[in-house]
């Protein structure tokens, strides 16, 4: 399990999204440092119920990368491509593609972590 993942989990274990946006703006802020995040990608994140952290892994294997050696190499990385697809509008799309296992020639034309995924696979070059 990934690190949005467990916080995503956590958040939801202890408290339903409408009692996390009742929080004071304090209390919001602190949970947000504790994890090392921005309010806003904290919110994100805690508001998100989906999968996507599972297709950026698929997507990134597609693309010819090592989704561990990424989490391992460039930490601060994937959690910020997580936390941009925990609130994606194209998981449909995505999802599609990687079944039909065609998203590595096309994801740049719908991802929002393509520039991204371009420049890992530069780096792992």
Not at 45 to 62: D, F, I, P, V, Y
Request: aromatic share 6%; with cysteine; charged share 25%.
């Amino acid at each position: 399990m990934r690190f949005t993942e467990s916080v995503r989990h956590w958040l939801n274990a202890q408290f339903p999204w409408r009692e996390i946006k009742e929080l004071d703006q304090e209390t919001l802020a602190q949970l947000a440092r504790d994890n090392a995040m921005a309010v806003s990608d904290f919110c994100t994140l805690a508001k998100s119920k989906s999968g996507n952290s599972e297709l950026l892994r698929r997507q990134l294997a597609q693309a010819g990368l090592d989704p561990e050696k990424v989490a391992d190499t460039k930490s601060s990385v994937m959690r910020d491509m997580q936390i941009v697809c925990s609130d994606c509008s194209m998981t449909r799309r995505c999802r599609r593609s990687l079944s039909r296992q065609s998203a590595a020639p096309t994801y740049s034309a719908y991802c929002p972590n393509a520039l991204t995924i371009d420049a890992l696979i530069q780096d792992f070059a």
